[in-house]
């Protein structure tokens, strides 16, 4: 098993920043893809960044430019830089991972709320 820690959430005013991490501990060998889903309330999860291997990277469209995902691949650690947030991007962020074919890891989420 994966166990997959969060950290870095909170509160910030519009236009702010976050930097979110993920620490992976357990069975970490053979780790695939680590990144980012959100879900606020009454919403569906969605992915918000993913990073494969260590270099392919994927956003949703409605982060692109505003945020980077970064992965250390020798700590098993995935980073999120958040910038110029916005209100909408408030929600409970998950931290993910993979391992091929089908094994998926969950984190506990953190909180991200944007608010004046």
């Known amino acids: 098993q994966v166990q997959l820690v969060e950290s870095g959430g909170g509160l910030v005013q519009p236009g702010g920043s976050l930097r979110l991490s993920c620490a992976a501990s357990?069975?970490?060998?053979?780790?695939?893809?680590m990144g980012w889903y959100r879900q606020a309330p009454g919403k569906q999860r969605e992915l918000v960044a993913l990073i494969s291997g260590s270099t392919i990277t994927n956003y949703a469209d409605s982060v692109k430019g505003r945020f980077t995902i970064a992965r250390d691949n020798a700590k098993y650690t995935v980073y999120l830089q958040m910038n110029s947030l916005k209100p909408e991007d408030s929600a409970v962020y998950y931290c993910y991972a993979s391992k091929i074919p089908s094994a998926n890891y969950w984190g506990q989420g953190t909180q991200v709320t944007v608010s004046s």
């Open positions: 357990g069975s970490v060998f053979n780790i695939y893809a």
